[in-house]
Nanobody
Framework: QVQLMESGGGWVQPGGSLRLSCVAS????????ANWYRQAPGKQRELVAG???????NYPNSVKGRFTISRDNVKNTVYLQMNSLKPEDTATYYC?????????????????WGQGTQVTVSS
């Protein structure tokens, strides 16, 4: 079992920056692939950043050039750096780890989710 703990959300003015962190703990050696999603009130959850097993990243056009996903394999932590934030970025952000390497080298492709962290962008 793997637990995800997110942090770093909060309030920021338009144009500001935040960095979200997602720490994975439990029965794992490393994170293979992960994503960040967000969900605003009344809207569907949407992908905002993906980090594939080979390290390739992908972003929707709405955040491309402003958001960056990264991974620290030593700390088993996934980050989302968000710059030039806009009011429309306001949402609850969720970390999703969908592939891990277990302590003895086995690979598990399974969706783990964090509890969500609120990001509010307003003046």
């Amino acid at each position: 079992q793997v637990q995800l703990m997110e942090s770093g959300g909060g309030w920021v003015q338009p144009g500001g920056s935040l960095r979200l962190s997602c720490v994975a703990s439990g029965n794992l050696l490393s994170i293979n692939s992960a994503n960040w999603y967000r969900q605003a009130p009344g809207k569907q959850r949407e992908l905002v950043a993906g980090l594939a097993k080979g390290g390739r990243t992908n972003y929707p056009n709405s955040v491309k050039g402003r958001f960056t996903i990264s991974r620290d394999n030593v700390k088993n932590t996934v980050y989302l750096q968000m710059n030039s934030l806009k009011p429309e970025d306001t949402a609850t952000y969720y970390c999703n780890v969908d592939s891990i390497t277990g302590p003895t080298g086995w690979i598990q492709d399974y969706d783990y989710w964090g509890q969500g962290t609120q990001v509010t962008v307003s003046s």
